[in-house]
């Protein structure tokens, strides 16, 4: 379990969470959901608290929790009409098409969910969360399930929407280079028990880089090994992350772009 976890999120931003299993990322995501409830301390969307699920969040899983008596656009057009309730028929349909066109899914809408592909049921997933226009987008490893061609076309239809839609997202990941290629920021977090997001780094690759360029990036690889060292070896570690802790709880804040790790900082 975690304790004296702090961050925040600004809009527009993506950030990815990194850690060992059973640390409890999913149960931060959980929380940020309105799924779990804090044991102490609140989250707050644009100065609101979060008690409950609601449709300003959009929740997409590993597994793709999609409806299989309805199509894939019924799906979506379900939720829609659950945000939108002045909505017609026509109006949530049109809406949803959009949605389904912008993650490649134009010519599939009227498959049912036993006709589509693990990779295109998540795509469902994902235009059904966007589709909501929700304040934040949550994902707990979407891509975990499926193949690495298929994870890194998804991925770049995600970052591609994203950059479109300056869309606010929280995301769960085990793999460094997919919080390298998405995240502007990333968490990482420290092993239970008393698990607590030790650092956040910036990423300092630029915001146009692309999955097959990402190795040519001048800083990649100071990234890729700083966040892999911190899973290998500082993850384990919990009183050796930040011998300059006060007690606060505060992560430090990393800016690889500079060359050296920051002062203790909010995220």
């Given at each position: 379990m ?5 961050f925040?999120?600004e809009?527009?931003e ?7 299993s ?7 995501l959980?929380?940020?959901?309105g799924?779990e ?5 609140s ?8 008690t409950?699920?609601?449709?300003d969040?959009?929740?997409v ?10 199509s ?8 829609v009409?659950?945000?939108?309730k002045?909505?017609s028929r026509a109006q949530a ?8 066109a912008?993650v490649g899914l134009?010519?599939s809408e009227?498959?049912?969910?036993a006709?589509l592909?693990?990779?295109m049921?998540?795509?469902v ?16 490893e ?9 994870r ?6 995600l970052?591609r929407?994203?950059r ?14 997919e919080?390298?290629?998405?995240a502007?920021?990333v ?7 008393r698990?607590r ?15 097959e360029?990402?190795h040519?990036?001048?800083?990649y ?6 966040l892999?060292d911190?899973?290998?070896s500082r ?9 300059e802790d ?5 992560p430090?804040?990393?800016d ?5 790790a920051g002062?203790?900082?909010?995220a």
């Amino acid at each position: 379990m975690f304790e004296r976890v702090s961050f925040a999120i600004e809009k527009g931003e993506f950030v990815c969470i990194i850690g060992h299993s059973g640390c409890g990322k999913s149960t931060i995501l959980n929380v940020l959901a309105g799924l779990e409830e804090t044991t102490t301390g609140s989250v707050r969307i644009e100065g609101e608290p979060v008690t409950r699920p609601g449709l300003d969040r959009g929740v997409v899983f590993q597994g793709h929790a999609l409806m299989p008596w309805m199509s894939a656009l019924d799906n979506v057009v379900f939720a829609v009409r659950s945000r939108h309730k002045d909505f017609s028929r026509a109006q949530a349909v049109a809406h949803s098409l959009r949605f389904l066109a912008m993650v490649g899914l134009s010519g599939s809408e009227h498959k049912k969910p036993a006709e589509l592909s693990g990779g295109m049921k998540q795509r469902v997933g994902i235009a059904r969360a966007f589709a909501i226009e929700p304040k934040m987008l949550l994902l707990d490893e979407p891509f975990g399930a499926l193949d690495a061609l298929t994870r890194g076309l998804i991925q770049d239809e995600l970052l591609r929407i994203c950059r479109a839609t300056h869309q606010t997202v929280f995301m769960i990941t085990h793999d460094v280079d997919e919080a390298i290629l998405l995240a502007d920021k990333v968490l990482l977090m420290s092993n239970g028990p008393r698990a607590r997001i030790a650092e956040v780094v910036k990423n300092p690759l630029p915001p146009t880089r692309t999955r097959e360029g990402l190795h040519h990036e001048s800083q990649y690889y100071a990234v890729r090994n700083h966040l892999v060292d911190f899973l290998v070896s500082r993850s384990r570690r919990p009183r050796d992350l930040a011998p300059e802790d006060d007690g606060s709880g505060e992560p430090r804040l990393i800016d690889l772009a500079g060359g050296a790790a920051g002062e203790n900082a909010s995220a």
